[in-house]
DNA sequence: GTGGTCTAGACCACG
DNA sequence: GTGGTCTAGACCACT
């Protein structure tokens, strides 16, 4: 279900975040479904409980999901509402370094050719 | 000449190997130039002089500058050199994130405007 | 486990890098197997915790290990890749100097004489 | 005359030592024929004086050179002698090499590639 | 408890 | 004076 990579040099909590909020956006967790426990999680994934509550937090810090004390964790938004805000933020990520990259002497077509796939362009089959 | 932010996340070491490498890649540190004593510089920024060392390892490590023993710290490659190979690195960073922005829906009108800085913005002003 | 020696001109922390690859190299050290920890290896060698936290970062650069934060470090190469990198540079270090004694006289029997273990040796005995 | 490359990791007295000794290997410096004085190369390479005795004193340590006070610095052996005493050291740096790649896997054929050159091997026109 | 970073102060090799 | 290495001790982020 979650996939843990100890060789990515991301912290796990970060890792277990992302993949809730790209599970999120994708659809595949619907606005108030509910996540997994943090003993129950932490069970599955061999991973301290601490790790999961701290990758809760981030979640809830990043607005994907809420808390209810008692209850459990829960999806917050709709993934429309998660992928606009996503898009935001790779939309600045880029912009920044593309300006960056403009100053060293990269043209417009050096960068469109970057952020349009070589190849087939259309269809996506 | 240099500023070192506390508050920044990334190391110190790391921001003052950044900003010289930047410093030769626009071409304001020539090759062969000297760069300031690690006890000097270290005076000067109000920092241990090993951290300085550190930098001026880091950036021994990227091939932006040479160390001669009881000579100094020196630059290496010419700005060009430097220049393609930030290029390269930011190609990379570029093509990732465009690559999860189209998995989210963005289209290529909406990922070149993001690389292409029109004077006119639809919306939003 | 693990030998030092001080009057060895190399420095500790690459004495401590090496002997670690060569147990990587030679098979000793499975991939994803654990490293001692840094303080823990300190102590059984009475070394300073930097030196050794500088040959694991030795390690890192190589290619050898990667760290997890709050976790430990860890091989991350099957030996046979090592094994490779390693037989790349003997390959250069030997040409190199075959190179030179080829320049000073020596011949392809001589070159070949030091190469393979023969069991005659003429002269010398 | 003689070439220092403050780029090459090497200290400088080493590369100056190296050269002589190549220099007198090759024949170009006769025995009992005279270096230059310390304070005259010191000045002609723009090197520290004390940077050319240290060259000259490795020089004696190796057995290439003896120095008479109030005089100067001489060659002290023939070409073929040196030649020889070069040859030796190159067979221990190879064979020692040959051996650690020999116990990685490498076998006759590889070793001997290595220390034959590639394309043609008669004649050097 | 783990690694990562920083500070403080010392010694050595090199020039 | 320079860089390179080492020690000692501290704090932080992560697990």
Same mark, same amino acid.
């Given at each position: 279900m979650l996939h843990i990579d100890y060789r990515d040099g991301r912290p796990i909590y970060? %890792?277990? /975040?992302? &993949?809730? @909020? +790209?599970m999120a956006i994708c659809g595949a967790l619907a606005p108030d479904s509910q996540l997994? &426990? #943090?003993? %129950?999680? /932490?069970? @599955?994934? &061999?991973?301290?409980?601490?790790?999961i509550q701290r990758a809760y937090g981030e979640?809830? *810090? +990043? $607005? #994907? #999901?809420?808390? #209810? *004390? $008692? *209850? $459990?964790?829960f999806i917050s938004a709709d993934c429309v509402t998660l992928r606009e805000r996503r898009l935001q933020e790779l939309e600045t990520e880029i912009t920044v370094r593309a300006k960056e990259a403009r100053e060293l002497g990269a043209d417009d077509q050096m960068l469109i050719s970057w952020v349009i796939p070589t190849g087939? *362009?259309? $269809?996506?089959?």
């Open positions: 970060e %890792q277990v /975040a992302d &993949s809730f @909020e +790209r997994p &426990s #943090v003993r %129950q999680l /932490a069970m @599955e994934l &061999s991973i301290n409980p601490n790790t979640l809830e *810090k +990043r $607005g #994907v #999901v809420y808390s #209810v *004390k $008692g *209850k $459990g964790n087939i *362009k259309e $269809g996506k089959p």
